[in-house]
């Protein structure tokens, strides 16, 4: 049970209040105990730092962690203390990735169809040299991608609403436990607001 309760996910921000991993609930608990994190009330956003953490009594069927003289309360969110850490991993080139990065929708009209009916357009084509890159790889709806053809977008007469490049984000949607319900205010707003830069 107690085990369970450790393995949980919680969330971690850096101190812009981005998403940038997840750990375990007992990973976020060592890192309260350090002060080099503060838990986040995902209601209200208050921010507790061990002390205030370890009074508060788990209300009633809230998920709690059973220690030595007391009932812990587990974090769901924490916010990271100190120096901003971006993801170490990068993000993964994949056709799943590529999607995410490109919402779903074709990179030169804006259309966002069935998945079936996006494909995967490299700008410069290979047939030209083109690699299977971040940067040279967006979605196109099949329209746009037959008039395309084996050409640049430039000999086709066509433009890419925005210049592709390698996401900053790390996937958090596969995170293997699944996610916790409370993280939807900070995650989906990273995903959508996500800076392409
Ligand atoms: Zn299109």
């Given at each position: 049970m107690v085990a369970k309760m450790l393995n949980r996910p919680a969330l971690v921000l850096n101190r812009s209040w981005q998403p940038v991993n997840v750990a375990t609930v007992a990973r976020a608990?060592?890192?309260?105990?350090?002060?080099?994190?503060?838990?986040?009330?995902?209601?209200?956003?208050?921010?507790?730092?061990?002390?205030?953490?370890?009074?508060?009594?788990?209300?009633?069927?809230?998920?709690?962690?059973?220690?030595?003289?007391?009932?812990?309360?587990?974090?769901?969110?924490?916010?990271?203390?100190?120096?901003?850490?971006?993801?170490?991993?990068a993000v993964a080139f994949s056709r799943r990735n590529i999607f995410k990065r490109d919402r779903y929708a074709c990179q030169y009209c804006g259309v966002q169809p069935a998945v079936d009916e996006l494909s995967i357009d490299h700008v410069l084509?290979?047939?030209?040299?083109?690699?299977?890159?971040?940067?040279?790889?967006?979605?196109?709806?099949?329209?746009?991608?037959?008039?395309?053809?084996?050409r640049t977008p430039a000999q086709a007469g066509m433009k890419l609403r925005k210049q592709p490049i390698r996401p900053q984000w790390k996937p958090l949607y596969a995170v293997r436990h699944g996610r916790i319900e409370s993280w939807s205010k900070f995650v989906s707003e990273a995903y959508w607001s996500v800076e392409l830069k």
């Open positions: 608990l060592v890192m309260l105990w350090n002060e080099a994190a503060r838990v986040v009330d995902p209601h209200d956003y208050q921010l507790y730092d061990w002390a205030d953490w370890s009074r508060l009594a788990p209300r009633d069927g809230e998920p709690f962690v059973q220690a030595v003289s007391r009932r812990l309360r587990v974090p769901e969110v924490v916010v990271l203390a100190g120096y901003d850490r971006l993801p170490e991993a084509p290979r047939s030209h040299g083109g690699m299977s890159t971040w940067e040279n790889c967006v979605l196109a709806c099949l329209a746009c991608n037959k008039r395309k053809a084996d």
